[in-house]
Antibody, heavy 121, light 111 residues
């Protein structure tokens, strides 16, 4: 069974930093592009960041550019999101999401269960 | 990049059909055949019910169907069931520089 498990969320003060991790199992991690999608409380989904299957290309939404860094370690089947200069508006559940690079489909699947990040003083 | 536009809510009685629309631009919905739809129950992660406009993953009931015309995509749930009550989000691929954009989300209520 394909599985993604996020960790590292928690309460952090404005201006602080946090690193999220996402551990993958049940599929060949190095053949998947990976993304982070977040959802603020009671709000919709926002595409935050992405990294190619081999890590040579990244993408950041304007809302996090310059503050967040996405990376991956294919030897450990793990995706990361380093978040710094956190703002109250970064409060959200952060989902780790995969997309197979083989074929032409652009479907986002699988999804992790999410980890809550709360930025508050 | 602006979110795709969806109605806030739709409702229907069991057995009826409901259709959710998702309006974007020629840079996303209209430019690619890569629209997907995600179902989300409260407190749970989203899961794909339709991808690449009209493809259904294995395990998703065939009462879920998708289509697209111009800059607008649609999700139709036929034979509505109580378990279909959830939030639904459309999502479109938007090219290398803006890979994905989500819709604003639609709450489906089964009366």
């Amino acid at each position: 069974e394909m599985q993604l498990v996020e960790s590292g969320g928690g309460l952090v003060q404005p201006g602080g930093s946090l690193r999220l991790s996402c551990s993958a199992s049940g599929f060949t991690f190095r053949t998947y592009a990976m993304s982070w999608v977040r959802q603020a409380p009671g709000k919709g989904l926002e595409y935050v960041s992405a990294i190619s299957h081999n890590g040579d290309r990244t993408y950041y939404a304007d809302s996090v550019k310059g503050r967040f860094t996405i990376s991956r370690d294919n030897s450990k089947n793990t995706l990361y999101l380093q978040m710094s200069s956190l703002r109250t508006e970064d409060t959200a559940v952060y989902y780790c999401v995969g997309r197979p690079v083989a074929g032409t489909s652009r479907r986002l699947d699988p999804w992790g269960q999410g980890t809550l990040v709360t930025v508050s003083s | 990049q602006s979110a795709l536009t969806q109605a806030r809510s739709v409702s229907g009685s069991p057995g009826q059909s409901v259709t959710i629309s998702c309006t974007g631009t020629s840079s996303d919905v209209g430019g690619y055949n890569y629209v997907s739809w995600y179902q989300q129950y409260p407190g749970k992660a989203p899961q794909v019910v339709i991808y690449d406009v009209s493809q259904r993953p294995s395990g998703v009931p065939d009462r879920f169907s998708g289509s697209k015309s111009g800059n607008t995509a649609s999700l139709t749930i036929s034979g509505l069931q109580a378990e279909d009550e959830a939030d639904y989000y459309c999502c479109s691929y938007g090219g290398s520089y803006n890979p994905y954009v989500f819709g604003t989300g639609t709450k489906v209520t089964v009366l």
